[in-house]
């Protein structure tokens, strides 16, 4: 089991800057990959970075790559989400997320522990 709590979130200007955490809690974290999904109003949770469980490979999605960076501390059980140079388009409920299984997966249905999420919003 793992438990994810999210925390970071709040409103910013374009072209600003937040860094998003998730506290993980259980033993299997450092075993799991991880994942950040977010979902705006009206649209379905779509993807937007993971990392490996031991750190060494990270995705994100086009929409986001070179202003999102993606890091875990397994010692610390953390995860996070340094975001920058963020726009108005980025605005929507960020989740972490943990994939029990050692591959890296893009679809939210693949991941078995959610977070409760956390709002961003960037105003123009």
């Known amino acids: 089991q793992v438990q994810l709590a999210e925390s970071g979130g709040g409103l910013v200007q374009a072209g600003g800057s937040l860094r998003l955490s998730c506290a993980a809690s259980?033993?299997?974290?450092?075993?799991?990959?991880m994942g950040w999904f977010r979902q705006a109003p009206g649209k379905e949770r779509e993807f937007v970075s993971l990392?490996?469980?031991?750190?060494?490979?990270?995705y994100y999605a086009d929409s986001v790559k070179g202003r999102f960076t993606i890091s875990r501390d397994n010692a610390k059980n953390t995860l996070n989400l340094q975001m920058n140079s963020l726009k108005p388009e980025d605005t929507a409920v960020y989740y972490c997320?943990?994939?029990?299984?050692?591959?890296?997966?893009?679809?939210?249905?693949?991941?078995?522990?959610w977070g409760q999420g956390t709002q961003v919003t960037v105003s123009s």
């Open positions: 997320a943990a994939d029990r299984d050692l591959v890296a997966r893009v679809s939210p249905d693949e991941y078995d522990y």
């Open positions: 990392i490996t469980w031991s750190g060494d490979s990270t």
């Open positions: 259980g033993r299997t974290f450092s075993r799991c990959t």
